[in-house]
């Protein structure tokens, strides 16, 4: 376990529309722990690359440039935030350009270093542990946290969620999307996503957030009796 009896690390990882993002501020505000949205950060250099006209498939260009955007996340699960160089980005990192560019960006080794060097030392400082989400965190950036969850669910019913949340947005074409999405992200040489081999699958396809929620809760507080 982390430095205090109280202080926990929780990595969620799986691909998009599982119920990543509603699930780890939930748990992370009913634990009174932190949270990080790590693809909000990688949403965050892309965003700053497209800003700044560098093109994201030459992949020299976008390694030379990751040094320079200055990154901040906010970690109040109720309130997350996230500028670069002192803007708020929250709304532009959610347009269709920053999704569709996003998976190239994240796939630089650079760009990775850099990010993960910023997670690391997010989850080190945060008071009483974290609630870690995105596609690498059990594998690679916190291969050491106290709890590890992959969440899965059916392509049909990812794609189903993500339409709602776009409002009304077509289904087979967001689930199209989706699937190209996770292929390149699971593939990328550097920091795929991938299950590790200690964290708990957990498929969401039947289950209301609630319960798994309740689920992942459950598991936290397993893993706090276990250490005491
Ligand atoms: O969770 P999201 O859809 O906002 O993530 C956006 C992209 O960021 C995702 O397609 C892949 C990338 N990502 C990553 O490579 N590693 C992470 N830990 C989190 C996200």
């Keep these: 376990m982390s430095d205090t009896v109280d202080s926990v690390i929780v990595a969620i990882d799986g691909p998009s529309g599982t119920g990543k993002s509603s699930t780890s501020k939930a748990v992370a505000a009913k634990l009174g722990l932190s949270y990080l949205d790590t693809g909000a950060q990688y949403r965050a250099i892309t965003w700053w690359m497209i800003t700044n006209g560098i093109d994201v498939d030459d992949a020299a260009a976008v390694a030379d440039a990751s040094g320079k955007p200055v990154i901040v996340s906010g970690t109040d699960p109720s309130h997350p935030t996230i500028t670069v160089d002192g803007v708020d980005a929250s709304g ?34 945060a008071p009483h542990g974290i609630v870690v989400e995105g596609r690498d965190i059990g594998t690679t950036v916190l291969p050491d946290a106290d709890l590890k969850i992959f969440l899965t669910a059916s392509p049909e019913a990812r794609a189903a969620r993500r339409a709602g949340e776009l409002k009304g947005a077509d289904v087979s074409a967001t689930r199209e999307a989706l699937v190209r999405r996770d292929a390149a992200d699971s593939t990328r040489k550097t920091s795929p996503l991938a299950k590790a081999d200690d964290a708990v699958e957990v498929d969401t396809t039947e289950l209301t957030l609630q319960q798994v929620v309740e689920c992942v809760v459950t598991l936290v507080e397993e893993r706090r009796a276990a250490a005491q």
């Design 92 to 125: 532009p990192i959610r347009t269709q350009e920053v999704t569709s560019k996003v998976s190239a960006v994240s796939a630089v080794p650079e760009v990775r270093t850099r990010i993960t060097g910023l997670q690391r030392s997010i989850a080190a400082a």
